[in-house]
């Protein structure tokens, strides 16, 4: 069974970084699929973030490419995101998911929980 | 960019309806296109995927289709339990992973 589990800050100062890791369990990043993140503000809609391959190829949405960075580290069996200079906008439920299929967007079958993240001072 | 739009933006329906969301592309997305449905407080849960193939272990009450521009979800007999919101998601053109708006389904 695959899991995966959000950790990070739960709040995060304006103009900082934003920091989140995502810890799978029951299959190895290294076998393959895209890995990626998924926000959604309270009340809103979805929006894909980003998504990486074990290989380390990376993928992210053009609105947010120049502030985002996905890394992973397959002897952990992890993938982290960071999100520079937030603002309020970036308030959010972040998500991470496995995309279960050959395209680096493609449908997601497996999401973690969620995770809420505030930007604050 | 490509834009993706759904309707209704709500519905309630009586048990046993039958009930028809769709979602339209700016631009042909062939059939790079997965339904989604979320309920309060949860993470999405995949229903359909490249627009008419149902996810193991979804209820066969729920099916897709469309390909192009024009897609739909159907659910033969609304139950209880279906009540959430339903997104969908492109992956054909830029940017991709483009979710639409939603529709929220209830109960009548």
């Known amino acids: 069974q695959v899991q995966l589990q959000e950790s990070g800050p739960g709040l995060v100062k304006p103009s900082e970084t934003l920091s989140l890791t995502c810890a799978v369990s029951?299959?190895?990043?290294?076998?393959?699929?895209?890995w990626g993140w998924i926000r959604q503000p309270p009340g809103e809609g979805l929006e894909w973030i980003g998504s990486?391959?074990?290989?380390?190829?990376?993928y992210y949405n053009p609105s947010l490419k120049s502030r985002v960075t996905i890394s992973v580290d397959t002897s952990k069996n992890q993938f982290s995101l960071k999100l520079t200079s937030v603002t309020a906008a970036d308030t959010a439920v972040y998500y991470c998911a496995r995309h279960g299929a050959v395209a680096a967007t493609g449908p997601v079958d497996y999401w973690g929980q969620g995770t809420l993240v505030t930007v604050s001072s | 960019d490509i834009q993706m739009t759904q309707s209704p933006s709500s519905l309630s329906a009586s048990v046993g309806d039958r009930v028809t969301i769709t979602c339209q592309a700016s631009q042909d997305i062939t059939n790079y296109l997965n339904w989604y449905q979320q309920k309060a407080g949860k993470a999405p849960k995949l229903l359909i995927y490249?627009?008419?193939n149902l996810e193991t272990g979804v209820p066969s009450r729920f099916s897709g289709g469309g390909s192009g521009t024009y897609f739909t979800l159907t659910i033969s007999s609304l139950q209880p339990e279906d009540i959430g919101t339903y997104y969908c998601q492109q992956y054909d053109n830029l940017p991709r992973g483009t979710f639409g708006p939603g529709t929220k389904v209830d109960i009548k």
């Open positions: 490249d627009a008419s």
């Open positions: 029951g299959y190895s990043i290294s076998s393959g699929y895209n």
């Open positions: 990486i391959y074990h290989t380390g190829s990376t």
